[in-house]
T-cell receptor
Framework: DAKTTQPTSMDCAEGRAANLPCNHS???????VYWYRQIHSQGPQYIIH???NNETNEMASLIITEDRKSSTLILPHATLRDTAVYYC??????????????FGKGITLSVRP | KAGVTQTPRYLIKTRGQQVTLSCSPI?????VSWYQQTPGQGLQFLFE???????NKGNFPGRFSGRQFSNSRSEMNVSTLELGDSALYLC????????????????FGSGTRLTVV
């Protein structure tokens, strides 16, 4: 079972920031938070991951709360092409059998013009 | 750099038949994972291979099998197809296996859409 909970859907205006929340209250100390997205009819695309520090790359920023029980993916300037299902995943690194990606239902982000 | 290549893109099979799907990982990637995606169950992990060895397996019946070759290419096979096997089958590659302390994301292919009639 997925160890994260996300809202079912959200929308935002093009050009504005999209803030996608994720709860992972049972996260363990050795589990990372990963974000992937899936645009219709394509394979999931890796966005970003983090352990406890905030992370930023060319696609997005990841903000993890101090207690690590929740996180927020931020798309700073959403475009229509960011319309997709976004998956928040917690995953162990370094322990073999338990480190596979377990996808939940994700959150559908709709970017409106 | 070429991405993950899955062939074929679309496939239609009849119940009872068997099918083989192929995945070529990104050059240099040695780990290949397979996922099944259906509208009802979402994305579900099938298995992972690294250096021709299965390292991890999901909760699927024995009709689902896979293998990896020395060049890291992987195939998955489904025997005695059932209507419920209709799905998008996705392959993902990564530099290292998921248990080796890697901090890398997976790169997914576009998938093979299998329809069983």
């Amino acid at each position: 079972d997925a160890k994260t909970t996300q809202p079912t859907s959200m929308d935002c205006a093009e050009g504005r920031a999209a803030n996608l929340p994720c709860n992972h209250s049972t996260i363990s100390g050795n589990e990372y938070v990963y974000w992937y997205r899936q645009i219709h009819s394509q394979g999931p695309q890796y966005i970003i991951h983090g352990l406890k520090n905030n992370e930023t790359n060319e696609m997005a920023s990841l903000i993890i709360t101090e207690d690590r029980k929740s996180s927020t993916l931020i798309l700073p300037h959403a475009t229509l092409r960011d319309t997709a299902v976004y998956y928040c995943i917690v995953r162990v690194a370094g322990t073999g059998a338990n480190s596979k990606l377990t996808f939940g239902k994700g959150i559908t982000l709709s970017v409106r013009p | 750099k070429a991405g993950v290549t899955q062939t074929p893109r679309y496939l239609i099979k009849t119940r009872g038949q068997q099918v083989t799907l192929s995945c070529s990982p990104i050059s240099g990637h040695r780990s290949v994972s397979w996922y099944q995606q259906t509208p009802g169950q979402g994305l579900q992990f099938l298995f992972e291979y690294f250096s021709e060895t299965q390292r991890n397996k999901g909760n699927f019946p024995g009709r689902f099998s896979g293998r990896q070759f020395s060049n890291s290419r992987s195939e998955m096979n489904v025997s005695t197809l059932e209507l419920g096997d209709s799905a998008l089958y996705l392959c993902a590659s990564s530099l290292l296996p998921s248990g080796a302390g890697d901090n890398y994301g997976y790169t997914f292919g576009s998938g093979t859409r299998l329809t069983v009639v």
